[in-house]
Antibody, heavy 121, light 109 residues
Framework: EVQLVESGGGLVKPGGSLRLSCAAS????????MNWVRQAPGKGLEWVSS????????HYADSVKGRFTISRDNAKNSLSLQMNSLRAEDTAVYYC??????????????WGQGTTVTVSS | QSALTQPPSASGSPGQSVTISCTGT?????????VSWYQQHPGKAPKLLIY???KRPSGVPDRFSGSKSGNTASLTVSGLQAEDEADYYC?????????FGGGTKLTVL
């Protein structure tokens, strides 16, 4: 079964850090671009970051650029998002999503169940 | 990085058709073939309905169709069913990032 499982969410104070992980299974991980997408409570979807199969193409939304770092370990079939200098507006459910292309930017056909990040003092 | 523009709501009766628009610019929707549509039920992860403007992933009913004209993409849901009631989001590649629309809440009357 093709599956993505996120972990690492939780409650963190403003200015703090958190590292999200996404474990992939049931498909050849190193042939797909990957994305992080978030959804603030009661709001719409917001693309956060994408990474290509060989890390050659990495992109971030302006809202997280310089604070978040996406990475992948193809040997471990895993995707990560290091989040630093967290702000209240980063509070959201964070989804890991597989891209239809190897470089990212196409449709996202497999999604995890999401992990919740709450930034509050 | 402005979000794509979608109507906040749409509605239709069972069996009818409804079309949801998604307006961007020549730098995103109008400039690339990578327009996608997603369906999201409350408390669930999004589901891909349409990719590359008009292609359907395996398992998505042909009641869902996509198109594009200029800077505006559209999703048409034909033969509305009760289970189609959900939030719908468009997205587009925009060169070095991906944009989502604000979402459209579809109500089946």
């Amino acid at each position: 079964e093709v599956q993505l499982v996120e972990s690492g969410g939780g409650l963190v104070k403003p200015g703090g850090s958190l590292r999200l992980s996404c474990a992939a299974s049931g498909f050849t991980f190193n042939t797909y671009g990957m994305n992080w997408v978030r959804q603030a409570p009661g709001k719409g979807l917001e693309w956060v970051s994408s990474i290509s199969i060989t890390n050659m193409y990495i992109h971030y939304a302006d809202s997280v650029k310089g604070r978040f770092t996406i990475s992948r370990d193809n040997a471990k079939n895993s995707l990560s998002l290091q989040m630093n200098s967290l702000r209240a507006e980063d509070t959201a459910v964070y989804y890991c999503a597989r891209d239809l292309s190897s470089s990212g930017g196409n449709g996202m056909d497999v999604w995890g169940q999401g992990t919740t990040v709450t930034v509050s003092s | 990085q402005s979000a794509l523009t979608q109507p906040p709501s749409a509605s239709g009766s069972p069996g009818q058709s409804v079309t949801i628009s998604c307006t961007g610019t020549s730098s995103d929707v109008g400039g690339y073939k990578y327009v996608s549509w997603y369906q999201q039920h409350p408390g669930k992860a999004p589901k891909l309905l349409i990719y590359e403007v008009s292609k359907r992933p395996s398992g998505v009913p042909d009641r869902f169709s996509g198109s594009k004209s200029g800077n505006t993409a559209s999703l048409t849901v034909s033969g509305l069913q009760a289970e189609d009631e959900a939030d719908y989001y468009c997205s587009s590649y925009a060169g070095s990032n991906v944009l989502f629309g604000g979402g459209t809440k579809l109500t089946v009357l």
